[in-house]
């Protein structure tokens, strides 16, 4: 029998499976839980609480778990008879409509579960014939990704300097590059989201994930030893207009609050900086040489990837990615693979970085 907190501990540790009655296929929520017990996660009667909430739900009417906090970590499961023929065309409405973190779809007649993400990473999880082996694979992919600390949140200080207001040579050569982004075919749209929610649920996407709607991707250039601008979400990168709410100046992370300071004009109504600017930040920091940075949908055969494929806004994900970088003979001029995802690329501007991966780059992530 599982043993049950009530504490607010459970923040920490907790994790639910609800809405039970979703799903037929008792044996395997079982080994679900069993598994999850086995990676130190502690059953909790207050799904509001937890670490992780597995919510249960049909295929094709999925219903949300509306959690409390951004803190809760959200896998939406549920079962299918057969393999989808187009996985993740067929499965990220499911996760938009249940507003997870991540989509789980259970094949029983393969043995098999199908992770997709919010950056349309789609790839199979298989076990070794029985419910058990596969819940502990799921779990072995899970856990790690709801640990993972998020660092989307924003602190807006109108002290930006008067002559940058109007932005700079490294905003034009941003808009510049996101323009180029769109003409080659590298701003990948998710899936029309606009068509799935209505405007309350669409709201709660936002605010939850900084996923805007319009195009993936992002860009980034230093400013000065501290500093860099960087691509805001939610934006189209082909339409990078204004700086201060397009194009954004990063100047601090404060991580004890888990936010990003990002240096606006007065009088402007800012858009979130790119979920990714953790990342970005990192990176300036660890090494002075990387004059600029950018991020797209796309891949290239033999490079370093990371194993794990942690949300986009991670403190965890960050860290694998400068840990890679680090590693390169020029970590000024790299690219590193976020695997199931994309890539990120250094250099000393982002027209040099796109004339030197353009020729090798691939349209398609492969999905392991």
């Known amino acids: 029998m599982s043993v049950m907190i009530e504490r607010d501990e459970a923040a920490v540790s907790g994790y639910a499976i609800v809405g039970e009655e979703a799903v037929e296929d008792a044996a395997f929520v079982d080994s679900l839980r069993q598994a999850l017990e086995q990676a130190g996660f502690v059953r909790t009667l207050r799904p509001e609480l937890a670490a992780l909430v597995v919510n249960l739900v049909e295929f094709d009417r999925p219903r949300p778990f509306r959690r409390k906090s ?41 043995n098999q579960v199908l992770f997709t993400t919010m950056e349309r990473g789609h790839y199979a999880v298989s076990g070794e014939g029985d419910a058990g082996s596969l819940a502990r694979a799921v779990v ?3 856990a790690p990704l709801a640990r993972a600390r998020l660092v989307i949140d924003n602190d807006f200080r109108t002290d930006l300097e008067p002559e940058l207001w109007g932005g700079d040579e490294q905003t034009e050569e941003i808009a510049e590059a996101g323009r180029r982004l769109d003409e080659l075919g590298l701003l990948p749209a998710p899936f029309p989201i606009e068509d799935l929610l209505d405007e309350h649920d669409l709201r709660h996407v936002h605010r939850l994930y900084g996923i805007g709607g319009l195009s993936y991707g992002n860009l980034s250039a230093r400013k000065d030893a501290v500093r860099f601008w960087m691509s805001a979400s939610g934006v189209d990168k082909s339409q990078l207009v204004q700086p201060g709410r397009d194009i954004l100046l990063v100047s601090g992370y404060e991580r004890e609050l888990s936010r990003i300071v990002v240096s606006i004009p007065p009088g402007i109504e800012p858009r979130r900086v790119s979920v990714d600017a953790i990342e970005h930040w990192m990176i300036y920091q660890q090494h002075p040489n990387v004059e600029s940075i950018l991020h797209v949908h796309a891949w290239m055969d033999g490079i370093p990837a990371t194993e794990l494929n942690f949300p986009c806004g991670t403190e965890e994900l960050a860290t694998s990615v400068a840990a890679l970088l680090a590693a390169e003979p020029d970590p000024a001029h790299a690219v590193i693979g976020l695997r199931n995802h994309g890539i990120t690329a250094t250099g000393t501007s982002l027209g040099e970085i796109l004339d030197r991966i353009e020729p090798r780059l691939l349209r398609l992530v492969p999905m392991t």
């Open 140 to 142: 072995e992919r899970l």
């Open 70 to 110: 951004r803190g809760t970590y959200v896998a939406a499961l549920a079962v299918r008879r057969d393999v989808p023929a187009d996985g993740l065309r067929e499965t990220y409405p499911l996760l938009v409509r249940a507003l997870a973190n991540i989509a789980l779809c259970y094949v029983p007649s393969a």
